[in-house]
């Protein structure tokens, strides 16, 4: 039994007795409802403001992440106007292109975020929620084609090793190691952060899970896939879903493009689960950015291909997602502004 209410039957007991009066009996309530009430004060603060190594990531792991996320962006970016391959450059294609530039500004926002806040607990809310989602995308499908690339090719032809790597230029190396490796680091911390400051919790019927389904449409279409054979070149008018993203392909083809479509449903996932609504309302933005830089990269491929491949179903799904999450962002930025105009509090930010 509480302590509170033993003291309350305590007063309550001298009461019945005659020692205190009606007055007596009310004054020393009050004191110790008071007193209840103060505790619970107390312990609701010592919960919700965190001790300042609680408030936000470290410094150290700031300047960690923000030296990954430049690697990322700009150390990358300046290797592909090099040949990864003997005259063969990423910049050479539309797609690559797109890339490399979708890949940039990822970079300035998240660096933006970092540097012009001095507030180090928003700094960690708004770089977590948007950096996270971005990179789980992105980053295992890369990892996994590289890994094909360097060691399931090789193997299943039987290259001869120094002759298979002599073809790999200087950039290829840099590119590697600068967005396909470093890119888990910005993970790495972004998963631990949440998991010592956020609870995923059960709430699953938000505005923000909206993301979900959005995510899922943009999984399916990746698989339909995006772009397909033009039915007028040679391929015949065969629009069997999936079909050409999984006929003939190799195993490890088919586990890359499995996770291409899956990983995104992973990241809206996250989104959806995290219980700090700042966090979660920069995660929004992320998948925004997700949406937009593949819709700008699937446009670039279509234009790389010139008329040998035509925009299939799978495009329009994703851009219907691309719609979902542009909705979804468009109204809580209309709340956030509607907010300030009325001089009301927001946790937006």
């Known amino acids: 039994m509480s302590d509170w209410i033993e003291e309350l039957e305590k007063i309550n007991g001298l009461k019945e007795k005659g020692i205190l009066s009606d007055d007596e009996f009310l004054e020393e309530k009050q004191r110790v409802l008071a007193s209840r009430t103060m505790g619970a004060q107390e312990h609701s603060e010592s919960s919700i403001y965190p001790t300042p190594e609680e408030e936000g990531l470290s410094n150290a792991r700031i300047n960690l992440l923000a030296f990954s996320i430049y690697c990322f962006g700009f150390v990358s970016i300046g290797a592909s106007f090099f040949d990864i391959f003997p005259n063969q450059r990423i910049l050479d294609t539309d797609d ?141 008018d065969d629009f069997t879903p999936f079909k050409y993203t999984y006929d003939g392909a190799s195993w490890e083809g088919v586990i890359y493009l499995t996770s291409v479509g899956l990983m995104p449903i992973v990241a809206g996932f996250i989104v959806m689960k995290i219980s700090d609504r700042t966090t979660r309302d920069w995660g929004v933005f992320s998948i925004f950015y997700l949406f937009l830089y593949g819709l700008v990269k699937i446009i670039a491929m279509n234009a790389d291909t010139e008329w040998r491949e035509v925009w299939s179903f799978g495009s329009t799904l994703w851009t219907i997602g691309f719609v979902i999450v542009s909705l979804l962002l468009l109204e809580k930025m209309s709340k956030y502004f509607i907010a300030h105009a009325e001089n009301a509090n927001t946790d937006f930010q």
């Open 96 to 236: 690559g292109v797109a890339t490399m530039v979708g890949l940039l500004f990822f970079s300035l926002i998240t660096l933006s975020l970092i540097y012009l806040s001095k507030d180090k607990e928003k700094i960690s809310n708004r770089v977590v929620g948007f950096v996270l989602p971005f990179s789980i995308a992105i980053a295992v499908s890369e990892l996994w084609l590289t890994l094909c690339l360097l060691l399931i090719t090789p193997g299943r032809n039987d290259y001869l090793v120094s002759e298979y790597f002599s073809e790999f230029e200087p950039s290829f190396w840099i590119i590697l190691v600068s967005q396909t490796i470093l890119i888990f680091i910005p993970i790495w911390i972004c998963l631990n952060f949440l998991r010592k400051k956020y609870d995923s919790g059960n709430k699953l019927i938000r505005a923000s899970s909206l993301v979900l389904p959005a995510v899922i449409l943009g999984g399916i279409g990746l698989l339909y896939p995006t772009l397909k054979p033009n039915p007028d070149w040679r391929y015949g």
